[in-house]
């Protein structure tokens, strides 16, 4: 089911990146971007691994994988720890990776996920890096180009792992009056990171405005306000209330599976997308 794939880069010289989709608010589109860029990663033939760290599962779901118990990311992490011995079980990562497409792989996560924070409140080792160390225990950076990140809509110690493991996130967002304390929120954490000088803390790829409603006359000043007040960052271009996503998702497809003119703009976004995180991280 699971083999290691060869990447397309030198991972001597260049070791795959982390990019996380964050927004402790929901329904912001965080797993429909992950699963559109993932796609867009993999199309240009980039071997891709995708991670859920979202106990809903959506990512999962997406890619028709469901209801797992014992089998999931949460089971490798508790059993990445050693002081949780009494808690580990024979899962392997092989046993719990998903071949999901031909340049896409899945770790996948469940409603066990939601344990997480209970289940790690006691032991001594850096709770905030076990997913940092759990990536480099298995060296997955050198097997991928590409290792994309969603996340759950909380500000927990899940979005504090996913952080700290990742080299860049990207923040959708829908732009009405609500959305700018969500995405301060976040960054605070970002900053608590910085702080708590324990890792260095990923690089801020941009925020993704999503669902911009184009006939609602404070839209663009609404967006305009954010962009102020969000300060230097990158804005990437705005995704309006698209049919295709519902249509492809209810598929669990993403929008490079069509050929249809309908779909192109959508898949030129998310290329463009690809080509700007690529760049703002190699820098
Ligand atoms: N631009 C869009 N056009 C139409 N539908 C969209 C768009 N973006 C997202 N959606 C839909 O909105 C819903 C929520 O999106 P999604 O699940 O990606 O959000 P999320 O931030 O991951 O939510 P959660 O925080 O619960 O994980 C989904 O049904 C998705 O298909
Ligand atoms: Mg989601």
């Known amino acids: 089911?699971?083999?290691?794939?060869?990447?397309?880069?030198?991972?001597?010289?260049?070791?795959?990146?982390?990019?996380?989709?964050?927004?402790?608010?929901?329904?912001?589109?965080?797993?429909?971007?992950?699963?559109?860029?993932?796609h867009a990663f993999a199309h240009q033939g980039k071997k891709v691994l995708c991670i859920d760290m979202d106990p809903q599962g959506n990512f999962s779901s997406l890619f028709g994988i469901e209801g797992l118990e014992g089998k999931t990311i949460h089971q490798l992490l508790i059993n990445s720890l050693k002081e949780l011995k009494a808690l580990h079980t024979g899962t392997l990562i092989s046993d719990v990776m998903i071949k999901a497409e031909e340049n896409i792989d899945l770790l996948p996560s469940g409603q066990d996920l939601s344990g997480f924070e209970l289940t790690v409140a006691g032991i001594n080792a850096p709770r905030q890096l076990i997913l940092k160390k759990f990536i480099e225990k298995y060296q997955l950076r050198?097997?991928?180009d590409v290792i994309v990140i969603d996340g759950p809509p909380t500000l927990g110690l899940l979005v504090v792992n996913i952080?700290?493991?990742?080299?860049?996130?990207?923040?959708?967002?829908v732009p009405?009056?609500?959305?700018?304390?969500?995405?301060?929120?976040?960054?605070q954490v970002v900053e608590d990171i910085a702080e708590?000088?324990?890792?260095?803390?990923?690089?801020?790829?941009?925020?993704?405005?999503?669902?911009?409603?184009?006939?609602?006359?404070q839209a663009t000043s609404d967006l305009e306000k954010i962009k102020d007040s969000l300060g230097v960052a990158t804005m990437h271009e705005a995704f309006t209330?698209?049919?295709?996503?519902?249509?492809?998702l209810a598929q669990r497809k993403s929008v490079f599976h069509y050929k249809s003119m309908e779909y192109k703009d959508l898949q030129r976004q998310f290329t463009v997308m690809t080509e700007a995180v690529q760049k703002e991280l190699q820098s």
């Open 1 to 38: 089911m699971f083999s290691f794939f060869k990447p397309q880069q030198d991972s001597t010289t260049n070791l795959g990146k982390i990019i996380a989709l964050m927004n402790q608010k929901g329904g912001v589109g965080k797993t429909t971007m992950a699963f559109n860029l993932a």
């Open 196 to 217: 708590m000088e324990i890792t260095s803390t990923p690089k801020n790829l941009g925020y993704i405005p999503n669902l911009f409603d184009t006939r609602r006359k």
């Open 176 to 187: 009405d009056r609500f959305s700018e304390q969500g995405l301060k929120n976040i960054q």
């Open 142 to 144: 050198t097997q991928y």
């Open 163 to 173: 952080l700290c493991a990742a080299d860049g996130v990207l923040y959708p967002f």
């Open 241 to 248: 209330n698209k049919v295709q996503f519902g249509k492809s």
